[in-house]
C-alpha cells in the first residue's frame, strides 16, 4: 500500500504539525517549514539557556502577542472601545502595548538598545538563534528576570 503524498505533505505531517510554505529559491517550487519550534524553543534545545531563562522569554512572547504586534496584521496602536460607552477606552492590547515599552526601555537602560532590539527580534521569532551574542541574551533575561518580578 503506498500512501498519497500531496503538495502539503503527507496527512500524518500536516494533521501534527503547523506548516508554513516558503519558497525555495528558483521558480515556483516550495518547501513545507514545520513552524512548531520557535527560536526560543531552539536555544533551550541547544541548551543555550535554562528552562527558567525560556520561561522569561516566553513571558515577553506573551505581552508581545496580547499587545497584537505579531504576525502579518499588527494591530494600531490606539486602544479600542470596548464598551458601550465611547469614553471607555480601556484595552488589554493597549496595556501590554505600555508594559512592552517599559520592558524595552529598562533593558535598553540596563544592558543597550541594540540587545533591547535582539530580545524583541527573538520574541518576534524574526532572528535566528544562531545569530545570537550569547552572553548578551543572558544577560538581558537576567533584566528582563529582575523586571517581571
Do not use: W
Not at 505579531?70 to 477606552?89: C, F, M, Q, Y
Request: hydrophobic residues 40%.
Amino acid at each position: 500500500m503506498t500512501k498519497k503524498i500531496s503538495d502539503y505533505g503527507t496527512p500524518e505531517i500536516r494533521n501534527k504539525h503547523n506548516l508554513r510554505p516558503e519558497l525555495t529559491g528558483k521558480g515556483h517550487a516550495f518547501r513545507l517549514r514545520v513552524t512548531d519550534v520557535d527560536e526560543i524553543d531552539r536555544l533551550l534545545l541547544r541548551k543555550v539557556i535554562d528552562l527558567d531563562q525560556h520561561e522569561t522569554l516566553q513571558r515577553l512572547q506573551k505581552i508581545i502577542f496580547d499587545a497584537g504586534l505579531h504576525g502579518v496584521r499588527a494591530a494600531s496602536l490606539e486602544p479600542k472601545i470596548t464598551g458601550g460607552n465611547a469614553s471607555d477606552v480601556s484595552d488589554r492590547g493597549a496595556e501590554a502595548r505600555v508594559l512592552l515599552r517599559h520592558v524595552v526601555l529598562h533593558l535598553e537602560h540596563k544592558v543597550d538598545k541594540a540587545a533591547a532590539i535582539m530580545v524583541v527580534n527573538l520574541a518576534l521569532d524574526q532572528l535566528s538563534a544562531r545569530s545570537v551574542d550569547g552572553d548578551k541574551l543572558i544577560k538581558c533575561i537576567e533584566e528582563l528576570d529582575r523586571f517581571f518580578r
